[in-house]
């Protein structure tokens, strides 16, 4: 319990920002940036369109990441704490779950998002490919 309020309070800093409660932006967001393959202007772009479901209108977005308003949580904004301490999906916002549970879809990702980003890091690290059998 970090703030005294939600147990499950976790500040997920935009890339241009750090520290406990992200109020400490970075001197030179650059590297940073690139890293996560922004351009110089989608860095600091405070379009609700660069963030996961437009932060669910309960934050707000910077850099392509929710900054959440007080009491929200999750990488959309999507979760809030009830009064019995669970987790909440989308409180106050006419969201109920299905009656048959829940549909989860699998998809194939592009080999740019893992297979190469992957093939990329593991060449950073200088494997070798030689296996331990």
């Known amino acids: 319990m970090r703030d005294g309020r939600t147990p499950h309070a976790r500040c997920e800093c935009p890339i241009t920002r750090h520290g406990l409660d992200c109020a400490i932006p970075l001197r ?13 202007a989608t860095c600091h772009s405070h379009a609700r369109s660069l ?21 929200s949580y999750g990488a959309d904004c999507a979760l809030s704490t009830g009064a019995d301490g669970r ?17 989860v879809y699998v998809y194939e990702l592009p080999p740019v998002t893992n297979t ?9 690290q200088g494997w070798s490919g030689a296996r331990d059998d």
């Open 87 to 103: 987790p909440v999906l989308l409180a106050g916002q006419g969201y109920a779950p299905r009656r048959q549970g829940i549909k």
């Open 28 to 40: 030179d967001p650059t590297q940073q940036c690139a890293l996560y393959s922004h351009t110089a």
């Open 51 to 71: 963030c996961l479901n437009g932060c669910n209108l309960n934050g707000w977005c910077e850099g392509g990441f929710c900054k959440c308003k007080p009491g």
């Open 116 to 124: 190469w980003a992957y093939i990329a890091r593991v060449g950073e």
